[in-house]
């Protein structure tokens, strides 16, 4: 929800689609159903709550925050790995990675290790049959 | 990728047939199931994210924009993909932005033949793109809104902010066509639309908008006088824009300070000389 409430509206500052659209409840439903976008955004607000909250937390409490992060942006890149590596035809899932691909753009500009997996990684980069 | 999608007409991604068809043709689907609201929401949303930051990518490193854009993104008013739902503006500027990338690398590559006023037809799109801008300014009766109207203040106010952000972007994009075309020279030629983005920005009624405009403030911020400098270094430290979560706006800031010093030591100062400056800028 803190990715919801706060991290989306820096990405999207003047998002704010009708309800006749059904608002932004496409957000929730396409985080439930894609694996490594969870993990991504997770990694995205774990980031944000840190920098926001540096001023009052604790050093153990921003450690732990870090190792959090770290282990979310580890097992989404895992699994955008397998999905880039994989079979490719009829694929469901392959919008919702793709929008994960999207977010990791994002959470590059503030975490240097998405550039580094990136650039050793070309095939997950180009994400192509 | 987005353009294979496309040239494959939408299949093997996810989406459902229906949402594919909606895809294919400017159709509404507001009284369509959730399963194809909630699909189409969500490409609206994906794909202007990649469009926008495709374009900003190309004018802090003076490529042109991605070709597979053309497919997906126009000014056309039923597109699928409107970037004014996440940042404000209208697509037909943003359009014309693109094409001054594209001009400024077709002016790249040229220029090692021959000099810009030699290559017509480089002038020719040049004076078109121009004429486009000014003639979308006419259109919405842009150009003569004033942040001092009553009318004005109503606009700013409603939850359509897309008035005046669209007026923003189209005199940002006239000032950065200039500085494609004629670097920092012979700036007298585009003080009006300066001087308008900054009476804009000094507006107390879109201080709050002010995230959405990271693009404008950087192109008139490099070209402000000194007597405006204070402003630009005001509003690139400060919330909004400064945010603890997004340090690398601090590098906005650095890079206008950086141009500031390169016009005061050339004297003819180019484009091409700031983006050798800038092209780790991310101004989002």
Same mark, same amino acid.
Request: contains cysteine.
């Given at each position: 929800?803190?990715?919801?409430?706060?991290?989306?509206?820096? !990405?999207?500052p003047?998002?704010?689609?009708?309800?006749m659209?059904?608002?932004?409840?496409?957000?929730?439903?396409?985080?439930?159903?894609?694996?490594?976008?969870?993990?991504?955004?997770?990694?995205?607000?774990?980031?944000?709550?840190?920098?926001?909250?540096v001023?009052r937390?604790?050093?153990e409490?921003?450690?732990?925050?870090?190792?959090? !992060?770290?282990?979310?942006v580890?097992?989404?890149l895992?699994?955008?790995?397998q999905a880039?590596?994989?079979?490719?035809?009829?694929d469901?899932?392959?919008?919702g990675?793709?929008?994960?691909?999207?977010?990791l753009?994002?959470?590059?500009?503030?975490?240097p290790?998405?550039?580094?997996?990136?650039?050793?990684?070309p095939?997950?980069?180009?994400?192509?049959? | 990728?987005?353009?294979?999608?496309?040239?494959?007409?939408f299949?093997?991604?996810?989406?459902? /047939?229906?949402s594919?068809v909606i895809?294919?043709?400017p159709?509404s689907? *507001?009284?369509?199931?959730?399963?194809?609201?909630?699909?189409?929401?969500?490409?609206?949303a994906?794909?202007?994210? $990649?469009v926008?930051?495709?374009?900003?990518?190309?004018?802090?490193?003076?490529?042109?924009?991605?070709q597979?854009?053309?497919t997906?993104?126009?000014?056309?008013?039923?597109?699928?993909?409107?970037?004014q739902d996440?940042?404000?503006?209208q697509?037909?500027?943003m359009?014309?932005?693109?094409?001054?990338?594209?001009l400024?690398?077709?002016k790249?590559?040229a220029?090692?033949?021959?000099?810009f006023d030699?290559?017509?037809?480089?002038?020719?799109?040049a004076?078109?793109?121009e004429?486009?801008i000014?003639?979308?300014?006419a259109q919405?009766? %842009?150009?003569?809104?004033?942040?001092a109207?009553?009318? &004005?203040?109503? $606009?700013a106010r409603?939850?359509?902010?897309?008035?005046?952000?669209?007026?923003? &972007?189209a005199?940002?994009?006239?000032? &950065? %066509?200039?500085?494609?075309?004629?670097?920092f020279? /012979?700036?007298?030629?585009?003080?009006?639309?300066?001087s308008?983005v900054?009476?804009h920005?000094?507006?107390?009624?879109?201080s709050e908008?002010? @995230?959405?405009?990271?693009?404008?403030? &950087?192109?008139?911020?490099?070209?402000?006088?000194?007597s405006?400098?204070?402003f630009?270094? *005001? $509003?690139?430290?400060? @919330?909004?824009?400064?945010?603890?979560?997004?340090?690398?706006?601090?590098?906005?800031?650095?890079?206008?300070?950086?141009?500031?010093?390169?016009r005061?030591?050339?004297?003819?100062?180019?484009w /091409?000389?700031?983006?050798?400056?800038?092209?780790?800028?991310?101004?989002?």
């Amino acid at each position: 929800m803190h990715f919801l409430d706060s991290v989306c509206e820096l !990405q999207l500052p003047l998002y704010n689609p009708d309800i006749m659209y059904g608002g932004r409840g496409w957000i929730l439903s396409m985080l439930l159903h894609t694996k490594p976008l969870y993990h991504a955004v997770l990694a995205m607000s774990t980031y944000h709550r840190r920098m926001v909250m540096v001023p009052r937390g604790t050093p153990e409490w921003q450690a732990e925050d870090v190792r959090r !992060q770290e282990e979310h942006v580890a097992i989404c890149l895992d699994l955008v790995h397998q999905a880039a590596n994989g079979p490719c035809s009829n694929d469901s899932t392959r919008f919702g990675v793709a929008a994960c691909i999207l977010q990791l753009l994002f959470v590059d500009v503030r975490i240097p290790s998405f550039l580094t997996y990136f650039l050793l990684h070309p095939p997950v980069a180009e994400y192509s049959c | 990728m987005l353009q294979r999608v496309h040239e494959n007409k939408f299949v093997n991604i996810g989406l459902s /047939e229906e949402s594919r068809v909606i895809l294919l043709s400017p159709k509404s689907f *507001e009284n369509h199931g959730a399963e194809v609201r909630e699909e189409l929401m969500a490409f609206r949303a994906f794909g202007a994210s $990649v469009v926008w930051l495709d374009i900003l990518f190309s004018v802090t490193t003076g490529t042109a924009p991605s070709q597979w854009i053309e497919t997906f993104f126009s000014s056309d008013p039923d597109c699928h993909i409107q970037l004014q739902d996440i940042m404000g503006c209208q697509n037909w500027v943003m359009v014309q932005i693109g094409r001054i990338t594209k001009l400024y690398s077709e002016k790249m590559q040229a220029a090692k033949l021959k000099p810009f006023d030699s290559c017509t037809e480089l002038v020719q799109t040049a004076q078109e793109i121009e004429k486009d801008i000014q003639h979308g300014l006419a259109q919405g009766a %842009l150009s003569s809104m004033d942040c001092a109207d009553h009318a &004005y203040a109503l $606009v700013a106010r409603t939850s359509s902010r897309v008035v005046p952000i669209t007026c923003i &972007y189209a005199h940002t994009a006239l000032i &950065y %066509l200039h500085l494609v075309i004629h670097g920092f020279t /012979e700036l007298r030629q585009i003080s009006d639309f300066v001087s308008r983005v900054t009476t804009h920005l000094r507006c107390v009624l879109l201080s709050e908008l002010r @995230p959405t405009l990271v693009m404008p403030i &950087y192109i008139c911020g490099s070209v402000a006088e000194e007597s405006d400098r204070d402003f630009f270094r *005001e $509003v690139l430290s400060t @919330p909004p824009l400064m945010d603890p979560a997004l340090p690398h706006r601090a590098r906005v800031l650095q890079g206008l300070e950086e141009i500031w010093i390169q016009r005061q030591i050339r004297p003819v100062c180019t484009w /091409e000389d700031c983006l050798a400056l800038i092209s780790d800028i991310l101004l989002h």
